[in-house]
């Protein structure tokens, strides 16, 4: 059974970081996707980074390019996100995922298999 625990979220003020984990059982990363995806209250969720065949490539999203980091520690098998220079509009839920479909944009939901359950960021 497969499961995708994230850590780390909690409140912050503007301007300041936060680092997100995501750490699986019964999986290994491998050269999966693993994406962060984000939802806020009433938007829809939208891919913020990924990292890509093992940790070769990132991908950013424009909102958070500059301010947000991901990578992938192997021997720990956990990809983070590092989140800086935080914004009130970063407050969201924040889901990691991780599937082994290639082909399609990085930040399409139906190309990751495995889903956590969240952890939310608010900064105010």
């Known amino acids: 059974h497969v499961q995708l625990v994230e850590s780390g979220g909690g409140s912050v003020q503007a301007g300041g970081s936060l680092s997100l984990s995501c750490t699986p059982s019964?999986?290994?990363?491998?050269?999966?996707?693993v994406a962060w995806f984000r939802q806020a209250p009433g938007k829809e969720r939208e891919g913020v980074a990924a990292?890509?065949?093992?940790?070769?490539?990132?991908s950013i999203a424009d909102s958070v390019k500059g301010r947000f980091t991901i990578s992938k520690d192997n021997a720990k098998n956990t990809v983070y996100l590092q989140m800086d220079s935080l914004k009130a509009e970063d407050t969201a839920m924040y889901y990691c995922?991780?599937?082994?479909?290639?082909?399609?944009?990085?930040?399409?939901?139906?190309?990751?298999?495995?889903w956590g359950r969240g952890t939310q960021v608010t900064v105010s």
């Open positions: 995922a991780s599937g082994s479909m290639y082909g399609c944009d990085w930040n399409k939901e139906y190309a990751y298999s495995y």
């Open positions: 019964g999986y290994t990363f491998s050269s999966d996707r």
């Open positions: 990292i890509l065949f093992g940790g070769i490539l990132t």
